[in-house]
């Protein structure tokens, strides 16, 4: 695939969309006919002077819904840098425009599949070859670009986190992997140094536990973990190591659970499975984050950064030198989990990637023998809140709020600030996880074309009736609860007569939540969209 060009006109009529290329020496015009959905490739002469016209910024693709086909068109676009003489943008507004004849809407290198978020959207461009330049790719993650100075020489500092596209979806409804060995809260992380026209870079990945487990959302704060008892997990394990190991090499798995509890089956399953591959290739480390780091003992990480030096030293890097010459390649990759890959990973993987930095900036240059990347003030400020940055990102799309531990990300101790607000994003995730998420879970799963919406279909499926328990026991709850309020602040005539009333409004409200979370999962918001396998 060659590259897409950069600036667009969007000319639409009555019965076409004219999409129109205007980089330079460009004459190219995407037509799409509003009524037989036909897609042609014409050239400027074509387009007809009563066109309404309006500059846009690329095009997200195509999608069927329920009312037809909708074109989706990036409408706006911010610059976060640029990368080896190519312009990074953010995409910042879209509007979504119906086939339908109304006015109403209007006012060189392969991309890796993996990571190409409107990949369903852009089906039928991609299925025309000549029409490939209006293809614009887009990746779902978390990039920063920072121009940074040590010693006076200037170089440039890169974070990139691309989301897999496969088995997406947030936190509770999407665990563990699928029948194609996809893991769900895939992400590839690369960090990425260019200096004086050499480059280097590191890349690490997570992805969730990769057997089959689930962790349904039933009002706990903590559901229970759940592994399946009657599938295969070899078989999908073996499919998801096979594909890392073929695009990665060697592997080193950081597993970041609690050794106790609720994870620790978790814990030994995975084990169980390395040790069942018989794979020189993979190593696994266990290592209890909680456990380790209890009662605000953060240097301990050290402990594992040391236990994977030699590791990290055999998987090197990848770098260029000046000159366009390969000088080194990175030979494999930690592959860290948590139970949500979230925060206790992101912990890890700055920590590794700080270590694989201090070498490249040495052999580039940049930093002198024996200086380290901790005593450079400035540059360590935004090395630090650029992972931070990442954290948040990564754990937005996941499950719904910032990361946590990011005070520790950020200044490299923790505070008890820092607690308050792990405690205030945990109440945060609650709420999301048990009754938003459901929606959030169908919307990822209708723009990725894991739904495919037929224009013959009946009503809506987003819209289910609700089970009678659904608003009845939680309006008996909260009136119980009243009551039992009103009876404390009242005294009756008697304290007996007011303890009777006390004990039996409070027994009331006690024993429907009891019946509540018994029955949680009928009250969760769950995707309608997608009806997963139990082992999700």
Not at 36 to 57: F, H, Y
Not at 108 to 123: K, P, S, T, Y
Not at 147 to 171: D, M, Q, Y
Request: charged share 25%.
């Amino acid at each position: 695939m060659a590259t897409c060009y950069e600036r667009y006109n969007l000319h639409t009529t009555p019965e076409k969309f004219f999409i129109e290329a205007c980089d330079e020496g460009a004459d190219a015009v995407l037509a799409i006919d509003r009524v037989s959905n036909e897609m042609t490739l014409t050239g400027k002469k074509d387009v007809p002077p009563s066109a309404v016209t309006r500059p846009i910024c690329g095009i997200m693709g195509t999608i069927r819904l329920v009312a037809g086909m909708y074109l989706v068109v990036i409408t706006r676009k911010r610059n976060v840098g640029s990368l080896l003489g190519h312009a990074v943008w953010k995409a910042a507004d879209f509007d979504v425009i119906s086939y339908k004849k109304t006015v109403l809407h209007l006012s060189e290198i392969q991309a890796d599949q993996r990571f190409v978020w409107n990949g369903n959207l852009l089906r039928e461009l991609a299925g025309q070859p000549e029409l490939h330049k209006f293809a614009l790719p887009v990746i779902h993650g978390f990039i920063v670009m920072k121009p940074c100075r040590i010693n006076g020489k200037i170089f440039e500092w890169i974070l990139i986190s691309r989301r897999s596209c496969f088995r997406a979806g947030v936190r509770y409804y999407v665990r563990g992997i699928d029948s194609e060995g996809h893991a769900a809260n895939f992400v590839e992380s690369e960090q990425i140094v260019l200096y004086e026209g050499a480059k280097a870079s590191f890349v690490q990945t997570r992805g969730s536990m990769p057997f089959y487990w689930s962790q349904r959302p039933n009002l706990r704060y903590k559901p229970k973990p759940i592994i399946s008892k009657t599938t295969n997990h070899m078989d999908g394990f073996q499919r998801h190591f096979d594909s890392q190991l073929l695009i990665y090499g060697k592997q080193t798995i950081l597993n970041l659970v609690n050794q106790k509890g609720s994870e620790k089956p978790l814990e030994q399953a995975f084990d169980r499975m390395v040790s069942g591959m018989n794979n020189d290739m993979l190593k696994y480390i266990a290592f209890d984050f909680h456990k380790e780091c209890s009662h605000m003992r953060w240097d301990r990480l050290q402990i594992l950064v040391d236990a994977v030096a030699d590791k990290q030293e055999e998987y090197g890097y990848f770098m260029v030198n000046s000159e366009g010459k390969t000088v080194a390649q990175q030979k494999g990759v930690f592959r860290s989990n948590c139970m949500d890959c979230l925060d206790r990973t992101n912990v890890i993987q700055s920590l590794l990637a700080r270590r694989s930095l201090q070498s490249q900036l040495q052999r580039m240059g940049v930093l002198n023998v024996g200086q380290r990347i901790e005593e450079q003030a400035e540059f360590e400020k935004i090395y630090k809140n650029a992972w931070a940055d990442n954290a948040n990102a990564c754990a937005v799309q996941y499950a719904g709020t910032g990361a946590l531990k990011t005070d520790f990300t950020r200044t490299g101790k923790r505070t008890r600030w820092g607690l308050l607000m792990d405690g205030w994003n945990s109440m945060i995730r609650y709420y999301k996880n048990n009754f938003s998420d459901g929606f959030r879970q169908d919307s990822i799963d209708l723009f990725l074309g894991n739904f495919a919406v037929d224009e013959s279909d009946g009503p809506t499926p987003l819209r289910v009736q609700k089970d009678w328990k659904f608003l009845t026991l939680p309006i008996i709850m909260l009136v119980a609860f009243s009551m039992c309020i009103v009876c404390l602040l009242m005294a009756g005539d008697t304290w007996t007569e007011t303890l009777a009333y006390v004990m039996f409004w409070g027994a009331a409200s006690a024993i429907t939540a009891t019946i509540i979370l018994f029955n949680g999962q009928d009250f969760v918001d769950a995707p309608k969209l997608v009806h997963k396998e139990k082992m999700d």
